[in-house]
Nanobody
Framework: VQLVESGGGLVQPGGSLRLSCAASGFSFSTYAMSWHRQAPGKERELVAR????????NYADSVKGRFTISRDNAKNTAYLQMNSLKPEDTAVYFC?????????????WGQGTQVTVSL
């Protein structure tokens, strides 16, 4: 099982990045997906999530209107489009696949990709 994030990097305030999360080794289309981030000295926080079919999404208030989560089940890949980036968006971003099976969670985490927003 693997979740591999890519697309992070250094970007100026106001810029954009698109993160990708490539999944393998499990039935991607049956799992909900989410993106989380963790800044230095802070706890990991939920950024956005999308259900298995892609028909419903949720966002943290801090990123609403700026970030868009999506997925392509044919490519086993989830995405996070990040626009109008701010310095406070600087963090390591992780993708997370999860589903509940008979009341227990089955989930996988990626290794993270660094996003730095700075002049």
């Amino acid at each position: 099982v693997q979740l591999v994030e890519s697309g992070g990097g250094l970007v100026q305030p106001g810029g954009s990045l698109r993160l990708s999360c490539a999944a393998s080794g499990f039935s991607f289309s049956t799992y909900a997906m989410s993106w989380h981030r963790q800044a230095p000295g802070k706890e990991r926080e939920l950024v956005a999530r999308i259900i298995s079919t892609g028909g419903s999404t949720n966002y943290a208030d801090s990123v609403k209107g700026r970030f868009t989560i999506s997925r392509d089940n044919a490519k086993n890949t989830a995405y996070l489009q990040m626009n109008s980036l701010k310095p406070e968006d600087t963090a390591v971003y992780f993708c997370h696949a999860y589903k509940f099976v008979t009341g227990r969670i089955s989930d996988y985490w990626g290794q993270g990709t660094q996003v730095t927003v700075s002049l």
